[in-house]
C-alpha cells in the first residue's frame, strides 16, 4: 500500500511537472510569434498569440508586455494598466519600471510617471534609460532646461544611441533662443541621413516648419523626401498631398491617383484617404472614386464610417439613412446608430431619430465607446448629447479626468457657473492636492454662495501656500471682501505689478475692489477687464461696482 501511494504521488508529480513543462514551452513559443509579428506589423496575430499565452499563464509577464506594446503602437490607454500588471508581476525589473515611466508620459498620467521614477533604487538610477525616462517626464511639464540636462546625462551614458540624439535635437528644435534652435535643427538635419532615424527626424523637422510658418516649398521638399522613404506611413503620404493641396502644385492629381490605386488593398488606408478627401472638401470626389471599388473593399471596416463620413459633409441625408439603415458595423454599432439619427433627424423623422439615438446610448457602455462616440457627436454641435456622454464618461475611473477637463472646457465656454462648480467639486475629490483646482472651486463656490465658509478657507490654504500667485490672491482678496473687508483685500492685490493687473480678469476684480472703497481709479481697471471672458456672476459684480461709482459721483 505504502508503494502504490508512493508511485501514485510520483504519477502526479509528474503529470504536474509535465503540465507544467509544457505551459513554459508554449509560453516561450509564443512569445517568440508574437514578437515575430510585431516586427512585421502584424498586430491582430501577436494580440492573438498573447491573449493565448494569458489564458494558459494568467501570470505571463511577457505575455502582459507583448499587450502593452500593441496598446502604446495603437494609442489605446489599456497599455497603461498592461505596463502597471508588468510591474506589479516583476517588481525588481528597472527596465520595465521605466517602460512603464515612458507609457504613463504618452498617456499624460505624469502622477505615476514621477511615482514611479521616485520608486527606482538610487543605485539603478546611473543609467542612460533612467535619465531618458526623467527627461520624458520633465518635457512633458514644460521643465525644457531640466529635460536637456537630463538629454544630455543620457547621451554621455549611451553616446552612440541616435534616438537620444533625435530627441535632443527636437528639444532645441522649439527653444526659443536662435542658436539653440539651430543646433537642434543642425542635429536633426545629420539624422537624415541615418535609416532609422530619418523618417522621425524629418517630422520633427516639418512640424516645427509648420509652426513657424516657414517657406511651404522648402516644407513640400521635406514631405516628399518622407513619403518616399520605404518605412513611410500613408500619414507622411497625407503631409506631402496637404502640401500639394495648400500650394495648388500641379502634381496633387498624379499624386493623388497613385494614392487611389495603391489604398484599397488595405482597408485602414482606404478609410483614410476617405476621410481625408472627405475633410479637404472632396466628399463628392470621395463618393465618386468609392463607385469604383469592390463591393467587398467598400464592406471592410472602418470604410464604411469614412463613406458615411463623406455623405454627411454634403448633407445627402437620404443616401446616409440608406447607407446606415439596414448594415452591421459590428461592435461599433453605436456609431451607426448615431449616425443613422443624424440623419434621420435632419429629416425631420423625430420618433424613429430617437430611438436610434437611444439605442447608440445603450450600446456605449465601455469607455472607449464612449470616447469614440463623443467625438462625432460633437463635430455636429449636439451640446446636450455631447455633455451626457461625458458625465457618463466620467463614471470610468481610468477617463474620469479627462471627461471633466472636457466638461470643464464646456462650462466654461458656455459661461455656465452651476455646470463648473458641479465638475470642481468632482476634480476636488479626485485631487485635493491640486491648488488650481481648489482656487477655481474656492472662486466658484464664492461667487454662487455655496458653501462659502469652507470656500473662504480654502482660499485663505491655497493663498498661503503659493502667496505670489496672482490668480490666488485674487480669490483670497475676493473671500475678503465678501466679509466687507475691502481695504484688506486691496492691500493683498497691491503686490501686484501692472504686468500682471494687465490680464483682464484680475484688472476686473481689482476694479471691483477699488470701487468698494469707493476709489475712481476703478472705473480704468473694470473698462479694462469687462470685455474678458466672465461668468455672469462675474459680470453683475462689475455692474454692481459701476452702479456703486455712480451713485457716489451723484452724491457729491
Not at 532646461?145 to 546625462?153: G, L, Q, S, V
Not at 511651404?216 to 493641396?245: G, M, S
Not at 463635430?379 to 466620467?394: C, H, R
Not at 481709479?521 to 455712480?550: T, V, W
Request: proline share 4%; hydrophobic share 40%; charged share 25%.
Amino acid at each position: 500500500m505504502f508503494g502504490i501511494l508512493l508511485s501514485l504521488i510520483f504519477f502526479i508529480a509528474a503529470i504536474w511537472g509535465g503540465h507544467d513543462l509544457y505551459v513554459r514551452w508554449q509560453e516561450k513559443r509564443l512569445v517568440r510569434r508574437a514578437t515575430f509579428d510585431m516586427e512585421h506589423g502584424n498586430e491582430r496575430d501577436a494580440s492573438l498569440a498573447a491573449r493565448s499565452i494569458l489564458e494558459m499563464k494568467p501570470s505571463s509577464a511577457s505575455a502582459a508586455r507583448i499587450m502593452a506594446q500593441l496598446g502604446e503602437r495603437v494609442g489605446e490607454r489599456s497599455a497603461l494598466n498592461w505596463r502597471r500588471k508588468v510591474v506589479q508581476l516583476d517588481p525588481h525589473s528597472v527596465d520595465d519600471a521605466l517602460a512603464l515611466v515612458r507609457c504613463a508620459v504618452q498617456f499624460n498620467d505624469i502622477p505615476t510617471a514621477e511615482r514611479t521614477l521616485a520608486e527606482v533604487n538610487e543605485n539603478l538610477r546611473n543609467s542612460a534609460p533612467y535619465h531618458e525616462a526623467s527627461a520624458l517626464v520633465a518635457q512633458f511639464k514644460h521643465q525644457d532646461e531640466k529635460a536637456e540636462t537630463e538629454w544630455n546625462e543620457a547621451l554621455r551614458l549611451s553616446p552612440d544611441d541616435k534616438s537620444f540624439q533625435r530627441q535632443l535635437g527636437m528639444l532645441r528644435l522649439r527653444a526659443t533662443q536662435p542658436e539653440r534652435r539651430a543646433a537642434g535643427e543642425a542635429m536633426l538635419t545629420a539624422l537624415r541621413s541615418d535609416p532609422a532615424q530619418r523618417s522621425a527626424a524629418t517630422r520633427a523637422l516639418i512640424n516645427a516648419g509648420v509652426t513657424r510658418k516657414e517657406d511651404p516649398r522648402k516644407l513640400l521638399e521635406l514631405a516628399r523626401e518622407l513619403q518616399a522613404y520605404p518605412e513611410a506611413t500613408w500619414n507622411d503620404r497625407f503631409v506631402y498631398l496637404d502640401f500639394l493641396h495648400g500650394l495648388q502644385d500641379p502634381q496633387f492629381s498624379a499624386y493623388l491617383t497613385e494614392l487611389e490605386k495603391t489604398a484599397p488593398t488595405k482597408a485602414s488606408s482606404l478609410a483614410a484617404l476617405l476621410s481625408w478627401m472627405a475633410k479637404n472638401n472632396l466628399s463628392l470626389l470621395a463618393l465618386d472614386y468609392s463607385k469604383s471599388l469592390s463591393a467587398e473593399s467598400l464592406q471592410n471596416w472602418p470604410v464604411p464610417l469614412a463613406i458615411a463620413d463623406a455623405y454627411l459633409r454634403l448633407r445627402e441625408w437620404q443616401n446616409l439613412e440608406a447607407l446606415t439603415a439596414k448594415a452591421n458595423w459590428g461592435r461599433l454599432e453605436f456609431l451607426r446608430h448615431a449616425y443613422l439619427a443624424r440623419a434621420l433627424r435632419a429629416e425631420d423623422k423625430r420618433a424613429a431619430a430617437e430611438h436610434e439615438w437611444s439605442a447608440a446610448l445603450k450600446d456605449a457602455t465601455s469607455s472607449e465607446s464612449l470616447v469614440l462616440l463623443i467625438q462625432p457627436i460633437s463635430e455636429w454641435g449636439w451640446e446636450n448629447e455631447t455633455t451626457d456622454l461625458l458625465w457618463a464618461l466620467s463614471k470610468h475611473p481610468e477617463k474620469q479626468k479627462d471627461a471633466f477637463m472636457a466638461l470643464y472646457q464646456h462650462y466654461a465656454k458656455a459661461s455656465d457657473t452651476q455646470g463648473l462648480y458641479r465638475v470642481l467639486v468632482r476634480l476636488s475629490e479626485l485631487d485635493s492636492t491640486n491648488l488650481n483646482v481648489q482656487n477655481n472651486l474656492a472662486q466658484v463656490s464664492l461667487l454662487l454662495n455655496a458653501n462659502p465658509e469652507e470656500a473662504r478657507r480654502s482660499a485663505a490654504d491655497v493663498y498661503h501656500k503659493s502667496p505670489a500667485n496672482p490668480a490666488y490672491m485674487t480669490t483670497y482678496a475676493y473671500s475678503l471682501l465678501t466679509q466687507g473687508n475691502a481695504k484688506e483685500a486691496l492691500r493683498i492685490m497691491s503686490s501686484l505689478s501692472e504686468e500682471q493687473l494687465s490680464d483682464p480678469t484680475i484688472s476686473a476684480y481689482y476694479g471691483i475692489f477699488l470701487a468698494a472703497t469707493g476709489d475712481e481709479k476703478a472705473r480704468a481697471y473694470l473698462d479694462f477687464g469687462k470685455p474678458a471672458n466672465l461668468l455672469p456672476e462675474e459680470k453683475a459684480l462689475i455692474d454692481k461696482a459701476y452702479a456703486s461709482l455712480d451713485s457716489r459721483s451723484r452724491t457729491r
